[in-house]
T-cell receptor, first 112, second 110 residues
Framework: SQTIHQWPATLVQPVGSPLSLECTVE??????LYWYRQAAGRGLQLLFY??????ISSEVPQNLSASRPQDRQFILSSKKLLLSDSGFYLC???????????FGPGTRLLVL | DAKTTQPTSMDCAEGRAANLPCNHS???????VYWYRQIHSQGPQYIIH???NNETNEMASLIITEDRKSSTLILPHATLRDTAVYYC???????????FGTGTRLTVIP
């Protein structure tokens, strides 16, 4: 069966520091991968999605970037964190863009 | 994707059926109705989805009205672990984004 992992589970970072969040998927090949952010008490906002290695689409302009160095690895990064980057970051995967998305456990980021 | 409307909160007695309604009057013909739930501080969990016909799986049943303007998620025997925020989402094929609104906060009461 397929599983999706995210780490770290929680992270506290100072403003201006770099960021690297990792997501990996097991048990499937060539998944579609997604990064979402959920602000406190609000819905999910799609940040990036990827249909293959090295292929990244950005949904909103922001301080973050994403990379997909391997088939089942998706990384969310920032060179300098802002206070507004705080939130709950969720990685998801699907077999194809129009099929069910399955979410990871999330990373809670607090920027101070 | 269609805008969906759900009640803000609901309570359900443990062991009873929980019926969660969703209105999606602007849903288009190629949009599926998806249900996810999110337990506090966890990632959303997929529950079920459907297009026209009613669907049932090991977690829940989904009843979609004939005009597809509304649906109901049914948890047949609610347990305390079903306490969560439940999201109803209209999602079209080819669309990457899942639009999660505010959902319904279901509280299962002992």
């Amino acid at each position: 069966s397929q599983t999706i992992h995210q780490w770290p589970a929680t992270l506290v970072q100072p403003v201006g520091s770099p960021l690297s969040l990792e997501c990996t998927v097991e048990g499937t090949s060539n998944p579609n991968l997604y990064w979402y952010r959920q602000a406190a008490g609000r819905g999910l906002q799609l940040l990036f999605y990827s249909v293959g290695i090295g292929q990244i689409s950005s949904e909103v302009p922001q301080n973050l970037s994403a990379s997909r160095p391997q088939d089942r690895q998706f990384i969310l990064s920032s060179k300098k964190l802002l206070l507004s980057d705080s939130g709950f970051y969720l990685c998801a995967w699907s077999v194809s863009p129009w099929e069910t998305q399955y979410f990871g456990p999330g990373t809670r980021l607090l920027v101070l | 994707d269609a805008k969906t409307t759900q009640p803000t909160s609901m309570d359900c007695a443990e062991g009873r059926a929980a019926n969660l309604p969703c209105n999606h009057s602007t849903i288009s013909g190629n949009e599926y109705v998806y249900w996810y739930r999110q337990i506090h501080s966890q990632g959303p969990q997929y529950i079920i989805h459907g297009l026209k016909n009613n669907e049932t799986n090991e977690m829940a049943s989904l009843i979609i009205t004939e005009d597809r303007k509304s649906s109901t998620l049914i948890l047949p025997h609610a347990t305390l672990r079903d306490t969560a925020v439940y999201y109803c989402i209209g999602h079209s094929s080819g669309a990457n984004n899942l639009f999660f609104g505010t959902g319904t906060r279901l509280t299962v009461i002992p």
